[in-house]
């Protein structure tokens, strides 16, 4: 009997840990099967002490079981990322239709998903909904009940006004949809150069000003990029509440600085595949080669070695990229050393790191946190990192970072670390978001729409705790197209 009660245990263990597991990777779960567990694993090892006594067995095992009830207790309800779908290879990230009707109470499920999603994430609730968000989604759920349909942008837009109030850029909602009809011109007009100014005579800047609850942004500049990518569809043109019926005038800026008018009508917005086969772009062209997040290059007559990260990812062929780059520096005698952060959007902050292990400094600052664990705040402060150099090729010449309203997240975070700590020369335009800011994200998709988003679980504080700057700062600043120019002018080898 004492033999099959200790199995049972061991079962039991083992299913609680499995369940979690299971719940991070393969599916939902009601976070009530946590409660089950816990008096489930109470109620066994009450039993395991019923009979005949093996005291040091029985201490072993409750031992055991109390280490069971915290990893639940944990797994289940002090974890961000419970019913998440971001740690799922295979997960469906695409809603219902865009003009597909959704009923009223199926919306209200959805909208009621979300503020618990955002109430039992973010670090800005750990004491409840704030009065205002609580005003906004009641709000919400009155708007809802006054439209004659219901779509998936309508709940998009609903929910997107009431994260857009908090101003963090990492927390909003999105619809992605499976088959997304784009404006034919688009690649004609940027293979031209032209710029888009205005929407049916109205500039970019005003529409943006009338839009911007429908974004979550930091910056405006970084919000009116945003606006400016959802003009190219009709499905995006359908969420903004632009119609297609009269077709709509954009209004473009040649290279020549000639504004010119184009009227585009429905039938001008076509499939993926029919938009590749009219602009002639074929899978061996230049637009589809594969993408390269990391790559270098060297120009010898600036003594320079640019580093272009487009994508923070912290994998072996960045690790690579970065090894080769610092040895063919040390071969060649290269005194300057670039990141190009420009077109960056964030990604694991491990790269900086990673990068400043070739530079000749025993220690360096990092930043601290606030994390939200359910009902728990986890605070760090700003630590001393002893940096693992790579004592064979380690670079003692100067440093620059290249920067824009696009390096954001952990792009900002690796022009952070290299200002906050002096280590190199930031060049180009502010970051797109704060340092001081909120982030690392738990990404979820709600039941009836299908729509998908994503919360901030953490609080971040900047590395140099005294800068009052709001943003990153460049040392030199400049038109963002223009900052490697103008690094290559203070690099440039003199005669």
């Known amino acids: 009997m004492k033999k099959q009660k200790l199995i049972i245990n061991f079962i039991f263990i083992i299913l609680s840990v499995a369940i979690i597991l299971f719940n991070l990777f393969i599916i939902d779960m009601p976070r009530w099967i946590g409660a089950v567990l816990m008096l489930a694993i109470i109620g066994l090892d009450i039993w395991l002490w019923i009979g005949k006594k093996k005291l040091v067995m029985n201490i072993v095992m409750t031992i055991v079981n109390v280490l069971t009830l915290v990893i639940v207790?944990?797994?289940?309800?002090?974890?961000?990322?419970?019913?998440?779908?971001?740690?799922?290879?295979?997960?469906?990230?695409?809603c219902v239709n865009y003009d597909e009707v959704i009923t009223y109470e199926d919306s209200m499920c959805d909208l009621d998903c979300a503020m618990k999603h955002l109430e039992e994430c973010h670090p800005l609730f750990i004491s409840g909904l704030s009065d205002d968000m609580e005003a906004l989604y009641e709000t919400a759920r009155e708007n809802l009940k006054s439209y004659e349909r219901i779509t998936a942008?309508?709940?998009?837009?609903?929910?997107q006004q009431i994260f857009s109030s908090m101003g963090d850029g990492h927390t909003y909602i999105f619809a992605n949809f499976q088959d997304y009809h784009y404006l034919k011109s688009i690649y004609h007009h940027d293979i031209a150069g032209d710029v888009l100014v205005g929407i049916n005579n109205r500039s970019i800047e005003e529409l943006f000003e009338e839009k911007k609850a429908l974004f979550s942004y930091e910056t405006e500049i970084y919000g009116i990029n945003r606006l400016k990518s959802?003009?190219?569809?009709?499905?995006d043109l359908d969420y903004l509440g632009i119609n297609l019926e009269n077709g709509i005038i954009y209004t473009y800026v040649t290279p020549e600085g000639e504004r010119v008018d184009w009227t585009y009508y429905r039938e001008d917005f076509m499939t993926y595949d029919e938009y590749m086969t009219f602009n002639n772009i074929t899978d061996d062209s230049q637009e589809n080669e594969e993408y390269e997040f990391v790559s270098y290059k060297i120009i010898p007559e600036c003594n320079l070695a640019v580093l272009e990260l487009y994508?923070?990812?912290?994998?072996?062929?960045?690790?690579?990229?970065?090894?080769?780059m610092f040895t063919e520096v040390k071969e060649k005698g290269i005194n300057n050393v670039c990141v190009d952060l420009r077109n960056n959007g964030g990604g694991s902050?491990?790269?900086?790191?990673?990068?400043?292990?070739?530079?000749?400094?025993?220690?360096?600052?990092?930043?601290?946190?606030?994390?939200r664990l359910g009902p728990f705040i986890i605070k760090s402060k700003g630590s001393t990192i002893n940096n693992e150099r790579s004592k064979e090729l380690l670079f003692t010449g100067n440093v620059y970072a290249l920067t824009s309203v696009f390096t954001y997240s952990s792009a900002m975070d690796f022009a952070m670390l290299l200002a906050d700590n002096n280590l190199g020369t930031i060049i180009g335009e502010a970051s797109g978001n704060r340092p001081g800011s909120y982030g690392d994200i738990a990404v979820f998709k709600l039941p009836k729409s299908g729509l998908v988003m994503q919360v901030s679980t953490k609080k971040w504080y900047r590395v140099d705790t005294e800068c009052l700057d709001e943003f990153i700062e460049p040392d030199i600043k400049c038109e963002s197209s223009q900052a490697l120019d103008v690094l290559k002018s203070i690099c440039e080898v003199k005669e």
């Open 311 to 324: 994508s923070c990812n912290y994998n072996d062929e960045y690790k690579e990229c970065l090894k080769s």
């Open 153 to 159: 942008n309508v709940l998009c837009k609903e929910i």
């Open 230 to 235: 959802d003009l190219y569809t009709v499905e």
């Open 349 to 371: 902050s491990l790269v900086a790191n990673e990068f400043i292990r070739y530079l000749d400094i025993d220690t360096y600052k990092s930043w601290g946190q606030d994390w």
């Open 73 to 94: 207790l944990v797994g289940v309800y002090c974890n961000p990322y419970w019913n998440s779908i971001s740690f799922r290879k295979n997960a469906d990230y695409y």
